[in-house]
């Protein structure tokens, strides 16, 4: 299967960034027709190591929106998944039946999991910085 993420939801993630210096933050992915359509940055807590989501945020959008909340975003200092983030996307997924974990790697990719609760991985695509750029400029 294929997802896109739409070229506003990298834009706002890389503007984010820049306000977070090197903290970890995050927050829910919504999700339509199996493309990313946004990302609503929701947080409790965060440090260098971990960042703790709140759903103070996403209560604030309309019904019809958040009925389209299937996953997660965060920004992490290492490349790839850690044992945290890979407990975090199981309970997810058994919660949602289908979870789209979106993550702002230490190395500036971008990479995009989907967990199927009968099927396991059904999707993992990632997104180089460079792409990234060209992403931005069409
Ligand atoms: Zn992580």
Redesign the pocket.
Same mark, same amino acid.
Do not use: N, P
């Given at each position: 299967m294929d997802v896109k993420i739409k070229t506003e939801v990298i834009e706002k993630i890389i503007e984010e960034s820049k306000k977070h210096d090197k903290l970890e933050f995050g927050g829910w992915v919504i999700v339509d027709n199996e493309e990313i359509v946004d990302v609503v940055f929701d947080i409790k807590s965060q440090s260098y190591g971990d960042v703790i989501l709140d759903c103070k945020e996403i209560l604030k959008l309309d019904k019809s929106v958040r009925d389209k909340c299937a996953g997660w975003f @965060?920004r @992490?200092p290492?490349c790839g998944?850690?044992g945290?983030?890979i407990n975090t996307m199981n309970q997810l997924t058994e919660f949602w039946g289908r979870c789209y974990t979106l993550?702002l790697q230490g190395n500036g990719d971008i990479s995009l999991h989907v967990t199927d609760k009968e099927e396991g991985l059904i999707h993992e695509s990632w997104i180089t910085p460079e792409f990234i750029d060209e992403y931005k400029n069409g």
């Open positions: @965060h @992490h290492i998944l850690s945290t983030d993550v």
